[in-house]
């Protein structure tokens, strides 16, 4: 069974780091693109970041750019994100999923890239940005 867990959240002041990780089960992430959302209360689930297994390129959302780095490593079949400098507005639960239409990674940010056309959703991590 395909699986993802993701850990990591937890209650951080504003400015402060976490890194979250997305551990994959049942399958290996070769050929997949592994996308990180974000749903804030009251709000749609949003994309924040993705990386493609095929060449490791990695795509963010124009809110976290510069602040969020995503990884992999492939012995752990592990995603992870970096987020540093972090804002009250990152507040929110954070999920990963996959999809084998890597190129979706490149238009992270369009309707071509979004979460329906993700797979395979872990029950996320809540993360809250407060002082």
């Known amino acids: 069974q395909l699986q993802f867990v993701e850990s990591g959240g937890g209650l951080v002041q504003p400015g402060g780091s976490l890194r979250l990780s997305c551990a994959a089960s049942?399958?290996?992430?070769?050929?997949?693109?592994i996308g990180w959302f974000r749903q804030a209360p009251g709000k749609e689930r949003e994309p924040i970041s993705c990386?493609?297994?095929?060449?490791?390129?990695?795509h963010y959302a124009p809110s976290v750019k510069g602040r969020f780095t995503i990884s992999r490593d492939s012995a752990k079949n592990t995603v992870y994100l970096q987020m540093n400098n972090l804002k009250s507005e990152d507040t929110g639960v954070y999920y990963c999923?996959?999809?084998?239409?890597?190129?979706?990674?490149?238009?992270?940010?369009?309707?071509?890239?979004?979460?329906?056309?993700?797979?395979?959703w872990g029950q996320g991590t809540r993360v809250t940005v407060s002082s």
């Open positions: 049942g399958f290996t992430l070769d050929y997949y693109a």
């Open positions: 990386i493609k297994s095929t060449d490791g390129l990695t």
């Open positions: 999923a996959s999809t084998r239409d890597v190129w979706r990674c490149s238009v992270l940010n369009s309707d071509y890239g979004g979460p329906p056309h993700y797979r395979n």
